[in-house]
């Protein structure tokens, strides 16, 4: 006596069913000269590049490239602290805490720059930890300021962006000057005394 057989319809026929009425449509589709409609048409995919973003303080990266990684792209200047240095496939790049100096806007610092003199109390503010990274040009500039005292002539020297990176207070607020990539070319410290 045979085996009855379950319900369950035919593995065969459950797998080459939908192929079988997929061929069908296309040919009957070519047949008749019909053909995908252009909203169905595929296209390539473009994925619109991520804005500059803010370094997160705590250590983890926020998702940043500008084709070159800078995150201050559009700025011709910055102010702040060079929290550290990083290598990117060779090239320097310096982890900028941005400050702010009292009354001067950021969008002034960002367009103009701030001028470099001495100061006994520091005008500046930190604005909560707000950290940028920026590539560093093989031919960067940095000049170091030193104020012995208020009443004595800023001392200045040629630098490096190593010794930038490591200044203590009052001297370790520096203006860095960029180009149209948000590469830095120049950076030079404000002299506390």
Do not use: A, G, H
């Given at each position: 006596m045979p085996t009855p057989r379950t319900s369950r319809p035919s593995?065969?026929?459950t797998r080459t069913l939908p192929l079988a009425v997929a061929a069908v449509l296309t040919l009957g589709l070519s047949a008749c000269g019909g053909s995908t409609p252009a909203a169905q048409q595929p296209t390539d995919a473009v994925t619109p590049a991520a804005a500059p973003s803010a370094v997160d303080p705590a250590g983890s990266d926020a998702t940043t490239d500008s084709g070159n990684g800078?995150?201050?792209v559009g700025r011709n200047f910055d102010l702040g602290t060079?929290?550290?240095l990083e290598?990117?496939?060779g090239v320097p790049v310096a982890v900028l805490d941005r400050f702010t100096a009292n009354g001067v806007s950021d969008t002034d610092i960002a367009e103009h720059g701030l001028a470099i003199k001495?100061?006994?109390t520091p005008p500046?503010?930190?604005l909560g930890r707000t950290l940028f990274r920026i590539p560093v040009s093989p031919d960067a500039?940095?000049?170091y300021h030193h104020c012995v005292a208020p009443d004595q002539p800023v001392q200045s020297q040629s630098s490096d962006l190593h010794q930038m990176s490591s200044l203590g207070e009052p001297e370790d607020i520096v203006v860095v000057t960029l180009d149209e990539e948000g590469v830095m070319t120049h950076a030079e410290n404000e002299p506390g005394c």
């Open positions: 593995t065969l026929t800078s995150d201050v060079i929290d550290k290598d990117r496939d001495p100061f006994t500046f503010e930190n500039t940095f000049v």
